[in-house]
């Protein structure tokens, strides 16, 4: 089993920056992929970023293509999500995810294990 704890959200201006974080314990922390999803009111879950077991592979959807950053710190066994130019329309409960099926995936389903969330406001 794996226990995720994201932080890092808050009330930002839009064009703000922030970092969530994600601490991760449990299992060994290479074994499994990550992943970031968001979830606005009334709407559901969206893939936002993911990033394989080394590190060397990401993914993003278009949405936050080129605005966020997904990294992983293997000595510490957390992943982050830097989010720069941010909108009001990025204004969600993030939540992190591992994986531990091979690759990465864009599915909610793909994923075993979730933390609580941590919430990010974009006041326009």
């Known amino acids: 089993q794996v226990q995720l704890v994201e932080s890092g959200g808050g009330l930002v201006q839009a064009g703000g920056s922030l970092r969530l974080s994600c601490a991760a314990s449990?299992?060994?922390?290479?074994?499994?992929?990550l992943g970031w999803f968001r979830q606005a009111p009334g709407k559901e879950r969206d893939f936002v970023a993911a990033?394989?077991?080394?590190?060397?592979?990401?993914r993003y959807s278009d949405s936050v293509k080129g605005r966020f950053t997904i990294s992983r710190d293997n000595a510490k066994s957390t992943v982050y999500l830097q989010m720069h130019s941010l909108k009001p329309e990025d204004t969600a409960v993030y939540y992190c995810?591992?994986?531990?099926?091979?690759?990465?995936?864009?599915?909610?389903?793909?994923?075993?294990?979730w933390g609580q969330g941590t919430q990010v406001t974009v006041s326009s």
């Open positions: 995810a591992s994986r531990r099926g091979p690759g990465i995936s864009i599915q909610s389903r793909g994923y075993d294990y």
């Open positions: 449990g299992r060994t922390f290479t074994g499994y992929a």
């Open positions: 990033i394989d077991r080394s590190g060397d592979i990401t």
